[in-house]
């Protein structure tokens, strides 16, 4: 079934989904924003993921190697937290000390179709929810506009809705953080085709857990984190989708990579099977550690923030 708002859709079931050439074009998002993992820290648990034990050194370093990686292949933006806290006017806004997770700034929003600002998440937990706060300073500060959600919906940005590379289309996680009526106001307050991904399980608790989009035709998928129906709605939009085991997903984070102009793919260095069936499809491989990441839930799509 396809659900019409007055201009955009909602594609709750495979058989409605359109062919994928009959989709407006749009520009893929190459430029990348990273916010500074100053107070990165595991506190608290609110993923199947999360460990004590973080080695801020070893955090910050690879954390510094991967932004410095990525100026080499893409246009690069650093959102120093606590520089935005010194101009962040709200008060009720925790401090930088006290949001560990901020450095996971793809889950603050989401770029809007039109490439003329973002949207801004709704955190479903308590402990992230001051956070976007920071990335709405930050985009004043730059001269970026954003919006907001009009709806009473959680709404994890990036982590959870990813756009489909080169087409007006986005994918959307939704279940254990973002509510599915956030796609509905999405699909028809920007006029764009909405592909709602219902999520199995906390341990994919975002879409970029289990999913990223490598070009237009390609996906990186950990097929065990989706409904059947989720399954075959991907494999309707997609040529190729390089599947991962859920021990791949869920203990080197393998889905959870980023592709740069659909050719360059960066990746967490420990998965060998997944960089070997890039490799072999064409793809180059730019391999980064963030193991000390992975503590807290997160790898290379978590701190990318691409728009």
């Given at each position: 079934m396809c659900l019409f708002t007055m201009t955009g859709r909602l594609y709750t079931e495979p058989d409605a989904l359109p062919p994928l050439d009959s989709l407006p074009r749009r520009s893929r998002d190459e430029s990348v924003l990273f916010a500074t993992p100053t107070h990165f820290s595991v506190d608290y648990r609110i993923n199947p993921y999360m460990v004590s034990g973080v080695d801020t050194s070893a955090a910050s370093d690879q954390w510094r190697e991967l932004v410095d990686r990525y100026e080499d292949?893409?246009?690069?933006?650093?959102?120093?937290?606590?520089?935005?806290?010194?101009?962040?006017?709200?008060?009720?806004?925790?401090?930088?000390?006290?949001?560990?997770?901020i450095t996971f700034c793809s889950n603050h929003a989401l770029s809007l179709p039109d490439g003329a600002g973002f949207l801004l998440a709704e955190m479903a937990t308590e402990e992230r929810r001051d956070e976007p706060a920071y990335f709405r300073q930050w985009c004043d500060t730059q001269g970026i506009r954003t919006e907001k959600l009009?709806?009473?919906?959680?709404?994890?940005?990036?982590?959870?809705?990813?756009?489909?590379?080169?087409?007006?289309?986005?994918?959307?996680?939704?279940?254990?953080?973002?509510?599915l009526e956030a796609y509905r106001e999405i699909a028809d307050r920007y006029d764009i085709s909405v592909v709602p991904l219902e999520l199995t399980d906390e341990a994919y608790y975002h879409l970029d857990v289990c999913f990223s989009a490598i070009d237009e035709h390609t996906a990186v998928v950990c097929p065990d984190a989706f409904t059947e129906e989720g399954r075959e709605k991907?494999?309707?939009?997609?040529?190729?989708?390089?599947?991962?085991?859920?021990e791949a997903a869920q203990e080197r984070f393998a889905c959870n990579c980023h592709s740069i102009a659909g050719d360059v793919v960066v990746i967490e260095q420990s998965n060998r099977a997944t960089i070997d069936a890039l490799e072999s499809r064409g793809y180059d491989t730019l391999r980064v550690s963030t193991d000390e990441f992975m503590k807290a839930g997160g790898s290379v799509a978590c701190m990318a923030f691409p728009h």
């Open positions: 292949i893409a246009d690069v933006a650093v959102m120093d937290v606590e520089d935005v806290w010194d101009d962040l006017d709200e008060s009720g806004v925790a401090p930088p000390a006290e949001l560990p997770d009009r709806a009473d919906a959680a709404f994890e940005g990036c982590g959870d809705a990813r756009w489909h590379p080169g087409r007006r289309l986005l994918w959307g996680g939704y279940g254990p953080r973002t509510d991907l494999d309707r939009v997609f040529d190729t989708l390089i599947t991962v085991s859920p």
